[in-house]
């Protein structure tokens, strides 16, 4: 039964974020209250998408580092400068929402890529390792890149944030891929379908309360909104983009391309969302929750676009060939 549920999970996930988002929106006066029980999710969240993973896995890629030097470049120098320019120009002097888009950016990727690369078939053990590499330097590269970006324009509080990421992802990762080489990989096999569904429920909740807690911005819905909804999924949708013809330019295998174009693509959002409920004023939350919106959605019309593209190389391939 549990197995059948995760399988119409999966099937529906582009839609359980903004389905999530505007339930928090609509229910928000009785769900505000349960805002700190969202890191505790997140944590079983992380904690299950990590049961999959191990330290062995590691091995193959660190022995050919290029791709995850490659995705860490993209992921916390291009995109968080990118949304800082792109922030600059279209909302000029407003801090709190310039402060949103490069947060949105420069979070870790999200863990849900995997998902994503298994179902396009591009490189497993190339994800999880810069997932767990990712995941085991937010703690400093996320608050480092802010202050260099933001600086004191904002207040942060650096060391609250830093703890934050590593109750929410750091520990809960390294419990689960611990567990899953102590057990030589049964513990995911034994346990995993199990957690799986329960997992896709947490995001769902995850991304209700978030939408509860910023909905006196939502709620408002006028020009600056749909400003930043449209700056939003422009600058998502490019970090897909900026990904997959980064992958093409450096000559990298079909595998290696589709696995960056998700993990370039695609952040940890409900983590996002979480720090800047927990540490920023409610403004700065508001790009991170609309980006939880259509994150699912681009991640699968891009998914399609990929697929489609080395479709047509394999026709034409199979033409050059003949001929």
């Not at 944030?161 to 520990?171: E, F, R």
Request: hydrophobic share 55%; glycine share 8%.
């Amino acid at each position: 039964m549990l197995q059948s549920l995760n399988k119409r999970l999966v099937k529906i996930m582009p839609l359980i974020t903004p389905v999530g988002v505007v339930l928090g929106v609509l229910l928000s006066t009785y769900l505000k209250d349960f805002s700190f029980l969202i890191p505790w999710f997140f944590a079983f969240m992380t904690f299950e998408g990590s049961l999959s993973s191990s330290f062995r896995s590691l091995k193959d890629v660190i022995a050919h580092p290029f791709p995850i030097i490659l995705a860490l470049s993209i992921l916390h120098i291009l995109m968080p400068l990118w949304a800082w320019g792109v922030g600059h120009i279209a909302f000029s002097g407003d801090v709190y929402t310039i402060t949103g888009l490069v947060l949105g950016m420069v979070i870790p990727t999200g863990v849900t890529s995997f998902i994503w690369v298994s179902i396009y078939k591009g490189n497993i053990p190339l994800v999880l390792s810069i997932i767990l590499i990712d995941t085991l330097l937010s703690p400093i590269i996320v608050p480092l890149t802010l202050s260099l970006l933001i600086g004191q324009k904002v207040e942060m509080d650096t060391i609250s944030i830093m703890k934050g990421m590593l109750g929410m992802v750091v520990i809960p990762s390294l419990l689960g891929m611990t567990l899953n080489q102590l057990t030589k990989g049964k513990v995911k096999q034994q346990f995993g379908p199990t957690l799986a569904p329960f997992s896709k429920i947490c995001l769902g909740i995850v991304v209700m309360l978030n939408g509860a807690v910023v909905a006196p911005y939502l709620k408002n819905f006028n020009l600056k909104l749909v400003g930043i909804i449209v700056v939003v999924f422009f600058i998502a949708l490019t970090g897909y983009l900026f990904s997959f013809f980064i992958g093409r330019l450096m000559k990298r295998e079909q595998g290696t391309v589709i696995t960056l174009t998700f993990t370039g693509g695609m952040r940890n959002i409900s983590a996002g969302a979480v720090l800047a409920v927990s540490f920023f004023p409610a403004a700065v939350a508001v790009p991170v929750v609309v980006a939880m919106l259509f994150q699912q959605i681009l991640a699968s019309l891009n998914g399609y676009m990929v697929d489609r593209y080395y479709s047509k190389k394999v026709v034409s391939n199979q033409e050059s060939i003949a001929l």
